[in-house]
């Protein structure tokens, strides 16, 4: 197996990670929020542990981008679906969500109300969330395949 096949598998597994973590850290925050629930140790943990999938992801990305025969720079790369997706707009959409988790994260870190730190999370959590949807959704076309 070739290092793309290797990173592109994790890149792809670890993706069911991100969702779990990120919807687990939505849920307990819209519980937390509209129940007026304290702001527990073990939420602060799922958030945690969310933001720290999502930047696990970009790591693993960043190196696939390397690898990838979908990532290309020339002349023909905004005019293939596959090489477009891949080598800019897959890329962007991903890491506008993952600032939103980092920046929920660090904002509901500052606020001082129980209330104020799940209502932080549960917006910026739920846009980050949709935009990793509509990334993956936007990316549901052929593929050049490996190399
Ligand atoms: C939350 C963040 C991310 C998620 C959930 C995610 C998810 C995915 C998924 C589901 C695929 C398709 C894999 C397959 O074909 O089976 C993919 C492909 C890819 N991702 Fe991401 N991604 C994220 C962030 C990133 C970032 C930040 C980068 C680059 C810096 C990146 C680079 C790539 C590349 C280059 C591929 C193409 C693999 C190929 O050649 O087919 N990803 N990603």
Redesign the pocket.
Known sequence: MSA?NIF?EL??GF?YV?FVLVLLAIIQSLLGWFGKKPYTEGNRKINLFALIS?HT??II??V??FL????VFNSGTMKHEATRY?TVE??VM??I??ALITVGHIKAKKEETSEGKHKTIAIFYVIAFLV?IG??MA?HLP?LG?K
């Open positions: 793309y592109k890149h792809s993706r991100v999502a992801q970009l990305g960043l696939l981008y990838s025969p979908n990532v891949f897959h890329w991903m890491l969500a993952i990793i990334a993956i990316g593929v490996s």
